[in-house]
């Protein structure tokens, strides 16, 4: 499960309303707790670099990469993952994100139609590359609650 | 020559959780076919079917980017740092407009 706050959910959405047509793409700053809830505190907002076909692609560099980690690594906190848009597509993972995904990132897709967000997914790719499975989002964790997990 | 293979977070459940793995290589190849060898479930996430790195994998020796150097056959030296970079990709459909 990946708990994300309405607040950073917002901030997805808005970022993909912003950058429609083109796709827009970002990180996740998170921890990551063993009892299978991830959680995101802190988006690193990236620029799509596929300025060749940004309606329908999206790139991020390997110095993008790792100004990400650094920015987790400041926080104290993992790099938990991706998020991007689909310009005017349903938000599931499309072949082309199957091929270049590795395991254990979570995979979160806005959907975006006509400039307005609609679907937000998560997605994870198994450990045969065969396939992504879909990973429930919900809300932050309420204080108190799982503190014990 | 003793280097040291970093390995990426996403990785690490095919490595033991460890974070980096020191093999003898003298060329980045040979380390990652030691890497590959011992732990051959990291193998599928870094090459293709035909034996290929990965196009969105990218390889750094020390800090410099292999593809600029001699590929695979860059050759290490002791105490070099062989890093997996990632360069993430993906989108909605085809390519084009």
């Not at chain 1, 938990?80 to 310009?87: A, E, K």
């Not at chain 1, 979160?108 to 937000?120: A, E, F, M, N, T």
Request: aromatic share 8%; hydrophobic share 35%; glycine share 8%.
């Amino acid at each position: 499960m990946l708990l994300l706050a309405k607040k950073l959910e917002q901030e997805i959405r808005d970022h993909g309303a912003r950058d429609y047509p083109h796709e827009c793409c970002g990180a996740m700053l998170g921890t990551d707790g063993d009892a299978g809830a991830r959680e995101v505190r802190a988006l690193f907002p990236l620029i799509n670099r596929r300025d060749d076909s940004p309606r329908n692609r999206f790139s991020i560099t390997p110095e993008d990469f790792r100004a990400a980690e650094r920015a987790a690594a400041e926080r104290g906190l993992d790099l938990l993952g991706w998020y991007h848009s689909h310009p005017d597509h349903p938000a599931r993972p499309s072949e082309f994100d199957r091929e270049h995904a590795w395991p254990w990132y979570s995979y979160v897709i806005v959907s975006v139609d006509g400039g307005v967000p609609k679907d937000l997914t998560s997605w994870q790719l198994e450990d045969d590359r065969t396939k992504f499975q879909p990973e429930v989002v919900g809300p932050e964790r309420v204080a108190g609650q799982g503190e014990k997990d | 020559m003793a280097v040291k293979v970093l390995i990426p977070t996403p990785l690490r459940q095919f490595t033991g959780k460890q974070s980096s793995i020191e093999c003898n290589a003298a060329t980045v190849a040979e380390a990652l076919g030691s890497l590959t060898g011992t732990f051959s479930e990291l193998r599928k996430h870094l090459f293709t079917e035909d034996g290929k790195i990965r196009s969105f994998v990218n390889v750094y020796l020390n800090d410099e980017d292999i593809r600029f150097l001699d590929k695979e056959n860059t050759r290490t030296k002791d105490g070099d740092t062989i890093s997996i970079v990632p360069s993430i990709a993906g989108g909605s459909r085809r390519a084009g407009k």
